[in-house]
T-cell receptor, first 118, second 113 residues
């Protein structure tokens, strides 16, 4: 059981380039999330998904796109990278639970991708 | 809006010292409160939680009590070890919107032998 995996671990992009951050989970979780963490700041939610085929914007979605074609995978796409997107990106997932939205309290996080745009 | 403010770091301690990390929150309604920990090179993992006022969460020697009157959820450990060196995040989740977590900025703790 690998949990939540993210690739790559590190990446340097030039301004205007594009890339996809990969995220996969093998726990059959319905909810998945993408966060970014800037230095000295808390994690900010970029996008989330409540299940395959369903995605929605979080607090800071501009400059990003996501898709969820399977339960396991939730890639994050950066188009036209900008220096403001330099950050550490975390993917997370939640199992089914008894909460109002049917998800549990705990989120399971991947190890993160450190992205630098220069 | 909902937010979490936690004590700025970094915090450096000697082994067996007492650790406190302050966390206060602003939220409408009655949130659930969490402490997540990130060890070097790893993702965040849930350390403890409390879902209603006066609840105490505890795990691995860490404790935090949900104080509604002071809107606080301070993390404490009586005797830290080198292995407790990590970044600690306070977070909240609203009961009616419980797929989203709001995080504090994180506090880096280093414990020296």
């Amino acid at each position: 059981n690998a949990g939540v995996t993210q690739t790559p671990k590190f990446r340097i992009l030039k301004i205007g380039q594009s890339m996809t951050l990969q995220c996969a989970q093998d726990m059959n979780h319905n909810y998945m999330y993408w966060y970014r963490q800037d230095p000295g700041m808390g994690l900010k939610l970029i996008y989330y998904s409540v299940g395959a085929g369903i995605t929605d914007k979080g607090e800071v979605p501009n400059g990003y796109n996501v898709s969820r074609s399977t339960t396991e995978d939730f890639p994050l796409r950066l188009e036209l990278a900008a220096p403001s997107q330099t950050s550490v990106y975390f993917c997370a997932s939640s199992p089914p639970g008894t909460g109002y939205s049917g998800t549990s309290d705990e989120q399971y996080f991947g190890p993160g991708t450190r992205l630098t745009v220069t | 809006g909902d937010s979490v403010t936690q004590m700025e770091g970094p915090v450096t301690l000697s082994e067996e010292a007492f650790l406190t990390i302050n966390c206060t929150y602003t939220a409408t309604g009655y949130p659930s409160l969490f402490w997540y920990v990130q060890y070097p090179g790893e993702g965040l993992q849930l350390l403890l939680k409390a879902t209603k006022a006066d609840d105490k969460g505890s795990n691995k020697g860490f404790e935090a009590t949900y104080r509604k009157e002071t809107t606080s959820f301070h993390l404490e450990k009586g005797s830290v070890q080198v292995s407790d060196s990590a970044v600690y995040f306070c977070a909240l989740k609203l009961a009616l919107n419980d797929y989203k977590l709001s995080f504090g900025a994180g506090t880096t703790v280093t414990v020296r032998a």
